[in-house]
Structure formats: C-alpha cells, structure tokens
C-alpha cells in the first residue's frame, strides 16, 4: 500500500503564495507521474498540474504562469507552489501518485486533501 500526505494549506489572501507538500510512503518500488488536484464546493474534481518521473510537467490554462510543479523523487514528494492566487483558486487540493508497489501492483492512489482558501 501507498500513503500520500499533504501539507501546506491554510488561508491567505490574494496576490499571495502558498507552498503544497505531498509526501508518498509505505510499500513503494516506483512512483510514475504525480499531480495535484482541487475541488471547489460544489464543482467536480479538476486536474491542476502533472509532472512526469522525468519532470516533464503540464498546466491547466487557468493555473499556467503562476502555479509551478515540482518533485524531489529522492524524497517521493510533489511540490504545488502557488504564486498570484485568486479566489477562485479556493478548494480542496489533491495529491495524485501513479505508484508500483514492492508488490509490483500498479494503482493510482490520492492523499486525503487539504484545503486552500483565498479571501481578504
């Protein structure tokens, strides 16, 4: 089994920064593409951004400029850092991991969430 956490939500205003942490732990031989999500009160789940285990990465429009992805594979963590945030940016963001466990099982596994809000 493959456990991802995430840290780093909270409360900030616009024009400010957050930095999203996800860490991945448990029973992990690989980990493939990772990636965030969010999802705003009453809208359906939305890709933010994926990065590749090369680093290769892929923005949605309304994030592209001042959202950056990152990872640390020596550390099986994705990184969110999120600069210019607007309200709407305000919902629950997902961590997302395309993990192999030691068992050689495949499986897309999710963190439990942690919530972004942007308000003055």
């Known amino acids: 089994q493959v456990y991802l956490v995430e840290s780093g939500g909270g409360l900030v205003q616009p024009g400010g920064s957050l930095r999203l942490s996800c860490a991945a732990s448990?029973?992990?031989?690989?980990?493939?593409?990772m990636a965030w999500y969010r999802q705003a009160p009453g809208k359906e789940r939305e890709p933010v951004a994926t990065?590749?285990?090369?680093?290769?990465?892929n923005y949605a429009d309304s994030v592209k400029g001042r959202f950056t992805i990152s990872r640390d594979n020596a550390k099986n963590t994705v990184y969110l850092q999120m600069n210019s945030l607007k309200p709407e940016d305000t919902a629950v963001y997902y961590c997302?991991?395309?993990?192999?466990?030691?068992?050689?099982?495949?499986?897309?596994?999710w963190g439990q969430g942690t919530q972004v809000t942007v308000s003055s």
């Open positions: 997302n991991a395309d993990a192999t466990s030691t068992a050689r099982s495949r499986s897309v596994y």
């Open positions: 448990g029973s992990i031989f690989s980990i493939n593409d």
């Open positions: 990065i590749t285990s090369g680093g290769s990465t």
